[in-house]
């Protein structure tokens, strides 16, 4: 089983919607979550962390965690073409050891 | 710009060739990492470098070598590489503990 999951996509949606990404992870342990973005030929960014279970909000991003079913999300709202990049989930295992999930390619249509 | 400096941002080498990866970071970081991203797999670690010294080594094959001279620079040193290693190679810096990674824009290799 994968350490950290996360679907592919691609996902496509209208300007103005409200996408919701979402990964799930194997180890109970884990306590740190990060979104990453990354736009075509870019290096990742961090985009949100958390910590433990819990919702946090930085404008139109929200991240998400339910440790108890150990899945993760990152909602963003009002969505733009801006935010269409790949976003992927990570999760910190131990000293300086940062697992992503696989990425989810997300377009913003006008 | 990140503060993290990778070079060259392309390169295409052939099976029997001998090329280097560059990475510098300008953030006084103590750790340094190399990650490959292939197309639809999640990124991978391949190796961890705290305060100079290797702390991490995903089982990556030994065509792959890396050197880390100080806290600033990482280096990949790559030969007779073979065509599914093609990918974007980055490379990352954090403190040692703090969960936030800074990545370069990578080195997109094709090995012909």
């Known amino acids: 089983q994968k350490e950290v999951e996360q679907d592919p996509g691609p996902l496509s949606v209208p300007e103005g919607a409200i996408v919701s990404l979402n990964c799930t992870y194997s180890n109970s342990a884990f306590q740190y979550f990060m979104w990453y973005r990354q736009y075509s030929r870019k290096g990742p960014e961090l985009l949100m962390y958390?910590?433990?279970?819990g919702n946090k909000e930085d404008g139109r991003f929200t991240a998400q965690v339910d440790k108890s079913s150990k899945y993760i999300s990152l909602f963003i709202r009002d969505s733009q073409p801006s935010d269409s990049a790949t976003y992927l989930c990570?999760?910190?295992?131990?000293?300086?050891?940062?697992?992503f999930g696989s990425g989810t390619r997300l377009s913003i249509r006008p | 710009e990140t503060g993290v400096t990778q070079t060259p941002r392309h390169l295409v080498m052939g099976m029997t060739n001998k090329k280097s990866l560059k990475c510098e970071q300008h953030?006084?970081?103590?750790?340094m990492y190399w990650y490959k991203q292939s197309a639809k797999k999640p990124l991978e670690l391949m190796f961890v470098y705290n305060f100079k010294e290797q702390t991490e080594n995903n089982s990556v094959p030994s065509r792959f070598s890396p050197e880390c001279p100080n806290s600033s620079h990482l280096f990949l040193h790559l030969h007779t590489l073979q065509p599914e290693d093609s990918a974007l190679y980055l490379c990352a810096s954090s403190q040692t503990g703090n969960t936030e990674a800074f990545f370069g824009q990578g080195t997109r290799l094709t090995v012909v």
């Open positions: 958390t910590y433990s279970s």
């Open positions: 953030l006084g970081h103590n750790a």
């Open positions: 990570a999760t910190y295992s131990s000293a300086s050891k940062i697992i």
